[in-house]
Every structure is written in structure tokens, then in C-alpha cells.
């Protein structure tokens, strides 16, 4: 089961928590690390540790806080629903860390609502999944026969890729007595493993040995590897190869050029000939060693194959060997410490964006989370970030490489939509080297601008007499803010005091601004009113402004000017008994005034400007009225040839386009003194009831003649249906009655039943052979049908008789129904 440790940081962490708090920069300036201890080669969806618990999230808060990971290859995958931690692929601890003595992974976390970042650490512990391996199947080793008993000869070291003490190894020799093992400790703490002589050999005697090295590490359970060692017994080589030095460090820069020499290895040999000669070689090394370097056998110098990475691996150890011609070997160590260059430049990871970001966000809201990385080391892999670019945004560092991007001033969506900085990294190597991200944070709008008006008060001027609905103008209200913040409708607030009802005059487009006159307007009612109209934006809440709209009513000329004096006089035919008069002196010169004719028009301007002419008068030339004064004076001096009576019309214009005009009526009477004035007052007062009294005679005798008109139509009518009633049967029903007739002449004459009707009837008669042989029989009783019958109201609904002529029956023919019904009115006659 993995274990877990949680670390937060000291107090220096809640130190700089405080100030960020205090100075509201950012909301967590030390973030929370979480270590956890695990085996190598889990299985995927081995459980690590309950990651959302170790943070203090609730599975609550696990949807909206959304938790995940930022590690770049992702080795681990946190659950969703649980928060629970799992290995997301098999764990290899020998290839991820190689022979490091320490191996774990490192990431981040990131949490949003509010965004935070936590740094997790996995230790991968070692299991002993490798067993210690020799890099040859065989080792062949030659002794010669003179070697005494006691020497030693150096045997292969085996390697295990496992790490602790899983890599701890022991030696077993499987051996001939002839031979042991002893094992020395080299200086870097490892166990070389020497072949010990025993016993002086004999080459005729036994000229090989085959032995078994054995090779077990320190895991449980322990596993082992084994080498097959060949021993030949030979003559004359007494003397090994000896290293001048058990250890050859070298110190070299990365990216060194390929062939280039680390470090040159030397042994000597004191035999001569074929025996001396010392040939250089790698130990038991692994194939990764042999790819970046070589070893010339001859002179043993060492050098590179590819240019080295410190970033890779920063050190080597590996054995090397020196072989004379008679087999004896000697074994030494070759340390190579890779020297750092400054030849990466930083890497900026964006592990998280918040954009949008509302325009209202206060300030140090993290927007960005960063990540920077530098491979090199010491002053070369340090790194400072910065922003560039004009930006209300500011970089805080934070532990553990990451950099958050925080707002330093209020946002304004309105002044700018999107931010674009430039995150630059720069080390401190020589000469350095840097990298950019650029960042691009849009801005969301927030509510934050009222609506504005172009204008804050608008005049509108409109005619009167306007037709209802007509557009006054249209007012304009801009919203700095965009979508439903910015979509601006538009109402009426109300409206002026002094314009009584002024709101239900207008009526305002919610979209356009539109204003449009609800009915028509009189100037002579209103001429100025105002409303206030409100603009108001589709935020939540919303926000408005008001503006005021004058509207004036401009006048036409719909009135006529009316006369005050002299006054009007309802019915003609009272005129001239009650019109008012003036009174002239016979005696009057030129421009004498007998009166002013005062008139008044409801318009205005240029509709309300009132001139004055005489258009009919007794005596034209005696009279004049002023153009504009409406004065009525004499024109010339009153003679005695002047009739008495006098009258005069005169027409009354206001200037309006149609000018409009009334008739003002004007009795004047010439005479000295009133007293002599009234016979002629009497006499046109005594005219006037006698037309008053023939107008009133005339609509009685009109009433009265209608009354004898109606009276006698009455009469008339009465009289014949009196008549009608004592009259018997008509003579058209009276020739078919009971009579005989002669075989020798007609029945009747021949102009019988002509009478005073303007009607001729054919009658049915029989032929004189048939009224013979029938006059023995009495004819059939002929029914005998009244007036009443024949011709009254329903009589044409009866069918109309026939006497046959062959039957000497009365039948009825249906085909004179119509013909009754045509004649019913003269026969009542």
C-alpha cells in the first residue's frame, strides 16, 4: 500500500500568506505539497492515495473545483468522482531514475473555483526485480605454472540495476581447492571479487580449471547471476599489467564534440616480449557506457562517442581492463564528471488559463498558472519571468518552479476586449538564454455602463392637426457594454407637469426610440409639452438613464377670425329687428368714426394677423375701414342725398396659407340725434313683424291644405267600398246563369256583356244542335258567388270558373288563377 506524508511550509509560508492577504494580491501565496510513497511496477489503477482528502476537498466540491493533473507524461490519473489517486501505467523505477539513489516524480495539481495549485511528489521505491549479471558468459584467465602460491587475479564485477540494497552483492566460488575467493572493497564502495591461488600449479599435470562465480544481492528474496571462469595454466608470464592508478577521474564539458579525449588510462607489464605487451579494454560495463564512449586498446585513451548531456546524466563510472599477452589482467576505475553548459533555455508551461475573465474581478485574481523549467543547472537552470506588454497583469512566483498571473488593476472590458502579454523566462547563465508564451486573456462584460444618451434634452416639432401615429423623432441611447448588457429598449418615465396628460400624447418604439404622436394635437390646446424617456440596458440588474424630449406644436391656420363686435345675430330673420347700429350726424365730415369692427383669431403668427375690408355697403363711397384697424370711418362728408339706412359688410382675413375669413354686419342710421333716429328704428322694426306674421300665415295654410288633401283621399276610398259591398255579382258571373236559349239565333247578342269596363270577356257558349237534344233536361243549379267571394282578398287564391260547353258543368281552370289575380282590381271597380 502506498504511503503518504502531507508537508506544508513553514513559517515563512504563512508569513508571505499573511501579506498576501494584507495586501490582497493574490489569495494563497504558499501552496501545500503532498508526498506519497509507492512500489515500483504497480499495476494500472493501483491506488496511491486519496489525492482530494490529502488536499481538503470534500467529494462535494470535486465537480465544481475540478481537479487534474498537470504533469506532462502522465504516469498517474486522479478519479473524478472520488478523488482518489491511481498509477496510470507500469512504473519502472531502473528506467526512469537509472542509477540514481533516489527516485520519484514530481507534478501539479490544479484546482479551480477559486484556482490553486499543489505540488505532489510519488517516491518510487525499489523492488528487487533484478538479478546481478556478469557481462560476459565466460571469463578466461592465465596463470602461469611458476605462480606461487597466494596470488591474487581481479574477476569481473557483476552489476544489479536495482538501487539500495537490493544492489548490495556477495560472492561465491564454486571452486577447485587449488583456488579460493576473497573480496576487496573498492574506493567508490563497491566489492571486487579476486581469484586467490592456493596451491602451486602443475601445467602437465592439470593444464585448466573451470570454476563457478557466483554473484547474490542483498533483496528479499535474494537473486542471484552466475559467470563460467576458464583457467589456463601456462609458462613464463610472471609479471600482471599494473595501473598507475586504481581511479582516473576526468572533469569534461557537455556537448563535446564526438572522438574528443576524456582521459587516457596507462598500464605496465615488467615481463618482456609478447608478455608485456598490454592491451586496454572496458570491464564488465553496460551497453549505455559503450555507446557514448571508446577506448583505444592500444594507447587507452578514452574518448567520446556523441557529444554528453548533463541533462541526461552528469556523471560516469565505469571498469576498465588491461590484458598482457599472456592473459593476466588488471582492472581500474574511470570517473567522468559531466561539466554543466548553458544550452537550454527555459521552458514555459501554461498548466492553466482563465479566460475569460469578467471585467469586475478583483484585484490579484489568478488568471494563469505557469510552470518554468530549466534543464541546466546551478546559475544556469535559475530563472526569473516577467511580462511583457502593456497589461493591468502582474507575475508572482510561487514554490517549487510555478509562476501564477494575477490582475494588478481593475479590468474594463469597454477599454479593452482582450489582453496579449508575453510571459519571458530568462536564466542566469552566460550568456543567457531565454523563452516566451505569449498569454491572450479575453475579458468578459459585466453590467457596468448605463445606457447614454446623445443628447440629454431633444426638441421635436410638430405641425397640429397631425395625423395619429406620425413620428415626432427618434431618440438614441449607446451602451458601452456588449450583448444583452448593450441591447438597449426605451420607455416613457412620464411626463412635464405643466403639459396635463402629456404621456398618452406619445408613445415611444421599445427598439428604435421611435416617437410617434398617439392623436392629433391642437395648438390651441397645448402648444409645448415634455416627456422623459428611459433607456434601459438588458443587464442583470439592469441599469438606466432618462432623457427629456420637448416637443412644440407648431400652429396652422384652422381657425377663422372671429367677429366680437359688433355681434352676430343667430337668425336672419331677427336682424334687422335686434342688430345693433350706429349712429351718424348728417353733419359727419370725411374720416368721422361711426365704428371699430373688433375681431379675433385663436391662431398665431403670421395665421393670427387680421386685416379688414368693406365689401359691400349702401352708399360705397361714403365709408372706409382701416386695413388693419378695423375702423369704420366716413369717406367723404354726409349729404342730405344720403338714404337714412345704411349697412355695411365688411370681410374680415387673418394671413394664414388659405387665408381664412368672417363677415362682420354694420347698421348705421344718419341722423342728428338718437330722437331722430327712431322713427326709421320704428319703421324697420314694424317691417320686420310683418314678415314675421306672413312668414307664420304662410306655414298655416300650407298645414291646413295638406290636412283637406288627406282628408278627401279618405273620402274617396270610403265611399267606394261602400260601394262595392251593396253591389250584387259582376255581369261576367251573371251572362253564366240558368237560360234558355232558341235552336234559331244566339244566345246572346253580340256585343252582350260590353259594358263601361275597359275589358272584353270571351264567353263559352254551346253549339245550337247540342242545345237542342239538351233542352229537355233543366240545366245544372249555377252557384251563385258574391262579391265577396269572387273578388276578395283571397279570391285569387281560389281557381277561376269556366262553364263547360260540352258538360254544361262549372269548372275551375287552373290556368286563370293568374288572370284573376290581374283583374280583381278593375272589377272591384
Avoid at 33 to 38: D, E, K, N, P
Avoid at 460 to 468: G, H, Q, S, T
Avoid at 677 to 694: D, I, K, V
Amino acid at each position: 500500500m502506498a504511503v503518504r506524508r502531507r508537508q506544508r511550509l513553514g513559517p515563512g509560508g504563512g508569513r508571505a500568506l499573511l501579506g498576501a492577504v494584507l495586501l490582497c494580491v493574490w489569495w494563497r501565496a504558499a501552496a501545500e505539497r503532498v508526498r506519497y510513497t509507492i512500489a515500483e511496477e504497480l499495476g494500472r489503477g493501483s491506488l496511491v492515495g486519496p489525492l482530494a482528502r490529502d488536499l481538503g476537498l470534500s467529494a462535494d466540491e470535486l465537480p465544481a473545483r475540478k481537479l487534474r493533473l498537470s504533469e506532462e507524461k502522465q504516469y498517474f490519473t486522479v478519479d473524478e468522482e472520488n478523488g482518489n489517486l491511481y498509477v496510470n501505467e507500469r512504473l519502472d523505477r531502473e528506467e526512469m531514475c537509472g542509477e540514481s539513489t533516489t527516485c520519484s516524480v514530481s507534478f501539479e495539481v490544479l484546482v479551480h473555483n477559486p484556482l490553486n495549485i499543489f505540488h505532489v511528489e510519488v517516491a518510487i521505491e525499489d523492488l528487487n526485480d533484478n538479478s546481478p549479471a556478469f557481462s560476459k558468459a565466460f571469463l578466461d584467465i592465465e596463470i602461469g605454472e611458476w605462480t606461487l602460491p597466494g596470488a591474487r587475479f581481479p574477476l569481473e564485477i557483476a552489476r544489479d540495476e536495482d538501487a539500495g540494497s537490493n544492489s548490495l552483492l556477495t560472492y561465491k566460488l564454486i571452486s577447485d581447492p587449488s583456488f579460493t575467493l576473497a573480496v576487496t572493497e573498492n574506493p567508490d564502495g563497491s566489492k571486487q571479487p579476486e581469484l586467490v591461488l592456493e596451491r602451486a600449479l602443475d601445467r602437465e599435470k592439470q593444464s585448466s580449471f573451470e570454476l563457478v562465480l557466483m554473484a547474490v544481492d542483498g533483496g528479499d528474496p535474494a537473486r542471484s547471476g552466475t559467470v563460467q571462469v576458464r583457467i589456463n595454466v601456462t609458462d613464463a608470464n610472471d609479471n600482471p599489467p599494473v595501473f598507475s592508478k586504481k581511479v582516473y577521474e576526468a572533469r569534461v564539458a557537455e556537448n563535446l564534440p564526438a572522438r574528443s579525449l576524456v582521459l587516457q588510462v596507462r598500464a605496465t607489464d615488467s615481463d618482456t616480449g609478447s608478455n608485456g605487451r598490454v592491451s586496454y579494454s572496458f570491464g564488465s560495463v553496460p551497453e549505455s557506457i559503450r555507446t557514448l564512449f571508446t577506448v583505444d586498446s592500444n594507447s587507452g585513451e578514452v574518448r567520446t562517442v556523441v557529444p554528453l548531456d548533463f541533462e541526461e546524466k552528469n556523471k560516469y563510472v565505469f571498469g576498465l581492463e588491461a590484458t598482457d599477452g599472456g592473459g593476466l589482467t588488471a582492472h581500474c576505475k574511470a570517473q567522468i564528471d559531466i561539466m554543466d553548459e548553458n544550452d537550454n533555455a527555459p521552458e514555459i508551461t501554461v498548466l492553466s488559463l482563465s479566460s475569460p475573465v469578467p471585467e469586475d474581478a478583483n484585484t490579484g485574481t489568478v488568471v494563469a498558472l505557469l510552470k518554468v523549467r530549466d534543464r541546466d543547472s546551478g546559475e544556469n537552470g535559475q530563472v526569473s519571468c516577467e511580462l511583457s506588454g502593456e497589461a493591468p497583469l502582474s507575475i508572482v512566483a510561487s514554490p517549487g518552479g510555478s509562476y501564477k498571473v494575477v490582475t494588478a488593476s481593475a479590468l474594463d472590458r469597454e477599454q479593452a476586449s482582450e489582453h496579449r502579454v508575453a510571459v519571458v523566462a530568462r536564466d542566469r547563465g552566460r550568456p543567457a538564454l531565454s523563452s516566451s508564451a505569449e498569454l491572450v486573456l479575453e475579458v468578459s462584460d459585466v453590467n457596468d455602463n448605463a445606457p447614454v444618451f446623445e443628447e440629454a434634452v431633444y426638441s421635436a416639432y410638430v405641425a397640429e392637426n397631425n395625423a395619429a401615429g406620425a413620428l415626432l423623432l427618434r431618440v438614441q441611447a449607446r451602451d458601452a457594454d456588449a450583448g444583452a448588457n448593450g441591447r438597449v429598449s426605451y420607455w416613457l418615465a412620464g411626463g412635464s407637469a405643466g403639459a396635463a396628460g402629456a404621456a398618452p400624447l406619445v408613445s415611444v418604439e421599445a427598439r428604435s426610440g421611435a416617437l410617434y404622436a398617439q392623436r392629433s394635437l391642437d395648438y390651441e390646446q397645448c402648444r409645448e409639452f415634455s416627456v422623459e424617456v428611459r433607456a434601459q440596458d438588458g443587464g442583470a440588474p439592469a441599469r438606466s438613464s432618462t432623457a427629456t424630449v420637448r416637443v412644440f406644436v407648431l400652429d396652422r391656420n384652422d381657425n377663422a377670425p372671429r367677429v366680437l363686435w359688433p355681434a352676430a345675430v343667430a337668425a336672419p330673420a331677427e336682424a334687422a329687428a335686434v342688430a345693433p347700429f350706429e349712429v351718424v350726424p348728417r353733419s359727419a365730415e370725411a374720416g368721422y368714426l361711426v365704428a371699430k369692427v373688433v375681431a379675433v383669431d385663436a391662431d398665431a403668427g403670421r395665421n393670427a394677423w387680421l386685416s379688414y375690408e368693406l365689401v359691400q355697403a349702401s352708399e360705397p363711397a361714403l365709408f372706409r375701414v382701416g386695413l388693419h384697424s378695423g375702423e369704420v370711418r366716413t369717406a367723404r362728408a354726409v349729404s342730405e342725398r344720403d338714404a337714412a339706412k345704411q349697412r355695411l359688410v365688411a370681410v374680415v382675413k387673418d394671413h394664414g396659407q388659405p387665408a381664412l375669413s368672417a363677415t362682420a354686419t354694420l347698421h348705421v342710421v344718419l341722423a342728428e340725434s338718437l330722437q331722430e333716429a327712431l322713427p326709421e328704428l320704428s319703421e324697420r322694426a314694424a317691417g320686420a313683424e310683418a314678415a314675421a306674421a306672413a312668414a307664420e300665415l304662410q306655414f298655416y295654410l300650407v298645414l291646413a291644405l295638406a290636412l283637406l288633401s288627406a282628408l278627401f283621399v279618405l273620402s274617396v276610398a270610403l265611399a267606394v267600398l261602400a260601394r262595392l259591398r251593396r253591389a250584387g255579382p259582376p255581369a261576367v258571373l251573371r251572362c253564366l246563369g240558368a237560360q234558355r236559349f232558341s235552336v234559331a239565333g244566339a244566345a246572346f247578342p253580340a256585343d252582350f256583356c260590353e259594358g263601361t269596363l275597359p275589358y272584353s270577356y270571351n264567353l263559352c257558349v254551346a253549339a245550337p244542335a247540342r242545345a237542342v237534344s239538351e233542352a229537355a233536361w233543366p240545366p245544372p243549379p249555377v252557384p251563385v258567388l258574391s262579391a265577396e267571394e269572387l273578388l276578395g282578398a283571397d279570391s285569387c287564391e281560389k281557381p277561376n270558373l269556366s262553364y263547360g260547353a260540352v258538360t254544361g258543368q262549372v269548372s275551375a281552370d287552373p290556368d286563370a288563377t293568374q288572370v284573376c289575380k290581374a283583374n280583381s282590381f278593375l272589377l272591384r271597380i
